[in-house]
């Protein structure tokens, strides 16, 4: 290999991982000295289209359209890996999957981990810390009431009986979190609202299950079929991509056109539901007299496939997958600094050190992501120009392992247990990667240099990790 080659791979792993241990730029002049309320509110299986604000002129999300529109909205967001328990981990953790080691079928996440959460830290630090929703992260005993002032967990039916009234588990949520926000109104607080909506009721043929005042959104729309999601271009797949969880959901809700516009508008009634949550919260934060010292952070937890590819759910490196709505509302901030859309490449590993940078507590040395304050004050220096993305689930055959390495142009993606396969895509001239470039011989050195940045990546999350008790 020419020394060219290492020197190229060695500047990406540089940028990959720079970015999270160097203290990105002082943004004092845009924040002021009072501690500041923190209301980070996660929706599962929010995919990034799925927001009004991002270009999708069919779903209605009012709310969240403002939030992005007065505060900062990052364009190319993304999870490490798409999938929830891991993402959730992560986002508590401020690690990659690699390195804290859970996801489904995993042993408790490591108690050393949990220690250097961001609730844990905040509520040290002198914060009350609320939890509402959906955990979805199995820890050792005693390990939430550490974290958390308040932890109220909740789980499906999503349609519930409460005084002989059906009420939605979103409201649910949403009438917690009010109750959170007034019994904390004088006290430093931050809130965890972590919906179950929009995921689907995976053991209900129904799927997707709606507040009843959204039960009239887009009834007389049609919505557009998938991009290459028609049979020609999944019959063109490798065998082991047609024969994955992906498929088998699909044929749970996209089968048949019928079924498609069924379960879509379900899906986006549900994301209508939730932003009708977001706007009584903050109705709740203005009366309570908060709303000008409390900082809202809005993202979703993977990503969504919508029929797309002969696809449902999740789980897999392409883009669909892996990118998610991301949200900084900081009314603290001047409005000159406020209402921008930043392109940078920004990854859930960076929630939890913002969360704490925005209380001022100290960031651990050991998070792997970077804070996003560092866009206060407009394009920061030395961000990140490359992002790695994994998931790591053993013994199910029907979810992949993957992996993939990202920049602004190319992606490259491989598969554990299937390396005969490889896929490399040019993002700008093929945004819905279609096109594999992987066996074009023009792009072999390109295959080679993402396929090292990958291994080195991998390796050096992998060597970071805390090795369980004996």
């Known amino acids: 290999m020419s020394k060219l080659f290492f020197l190229v791979i060695s500047i990406m792993c540089f940028n990959f991982f720079s970015v999270a241990e160097c203290d990105a730029q002082n943004n004092k002049k845009s924040v002021n000295k009072q501690k500041p309320n923190i209301i980070f509110i996660l929706t599962d299986d929010q995919r990034s289209s799925a927001l009004g604000f991002a270009g999708n002129t069919i779903i209605h999300t009012p709310y969240m359209d403002k939030l992005a529109a007065t505060g900062i909205y990052f364009k190319n967001a993304f999870v490490t890996t798409p999938i929830c328990a891991a993402s959730r981990a992560t986002l508590f953790t401020g690690l990659y999957e690699r390195t804290h080691d859970y996801t489904f079928g995993k042993p408790n996440l490591n108690d050393q981990y949990m220690y250097e959460s961001y609730p844990y830290l905040l509520r040290n630090a002198g914060y009350k810390t609320g939890f509402i929703g959906k955990f979805g992260v199995k820890v050792n005993k005693g390990i939430v009431d550490s974290m958390f002032s308040f932890s109220k967990q909740t789980g499906w039916p999503y349609l519930k009986i409460i005084d002989g009234k059906e009420i939605h588990l979103a409201d649910i949520e949403g009438n917690h979190a009010i109750d959170f926000i007034k019994a904390n109104k004088n006290q430093p607080f931050c809130l965890s609202l972590s919906f179950w909506a929009p995921h689907a ?99 979703g937890d993977n990503g969504y496939f919508l029929g797309e590819r002969g696809y449902a759910d999740k789980w897999l490196m392409y883009e669909l997958s892996i990118r998610v709505p991301m949200i900084i509302y900081d009314p603290r901030q001047p409005k000159l600094a406020r209402s921008k859309i930043y392109d940078e490449m920004v990854l859930n590993v960076d929630v939890t050190p913002t969360i704490l940078k925005l209380a001022g507590v100290k960031i651990p040395q050991r998070y792997q992501g970077a804070s996003l304050t560092a866009f206060y004050n407009g394009h920061p220096k030395n961000w990140r120009k490359s992002i790695f993305c994994e998931h790591r689930l053993e013994g199910n055959p029907l979810l992949l392992k993957t992996e993939c390495s990202r920049d602004d142009t190319w992606k490259f993606i491989r598969y554990e247990d299937h390396p005969e396969y490889i896929e490399l895509y040019n993002l700008k001239k093929d945004p819905n990667e279609i096109h594999n470039l992987a066996y074009d011989k023009k792009f072999a050195a390109k295959v080679e240099m993402y396929r090292h940045s990958c291994d080195s990546i991998a390796t050096r999350l992998l060597s970071q990790r805390v090795l369980p008790k004996k």
């Open 201 to 299: 009721d995976d053991d209900s043929k129904e799927q997707y299950f709606w507040p009843s005042y959204t039960d009239n959104l887009y009834k007389d729309i049609k919505i557009p079929l998938p991009t290459n999601g028609d049979s020609t271009f999944f019959n063109g797949l490798p065998e082991f991509l047609r024969k994955t969880m992906n498929r088998d959901r699909w044929y749970w809700r996209f089968d048949s056109t019928e079924k498609y516009q069924r379960m879509v508008k379900g899906y986006y009634k549900m994301i209508s539901g939730v932003d009708s949550v977001i706007g009584r919260i903050q109705v709740a934060l203005k009366e309570q007299g908060l709303a000008d010292n409390t900082v809202i952070i809005f993202m």
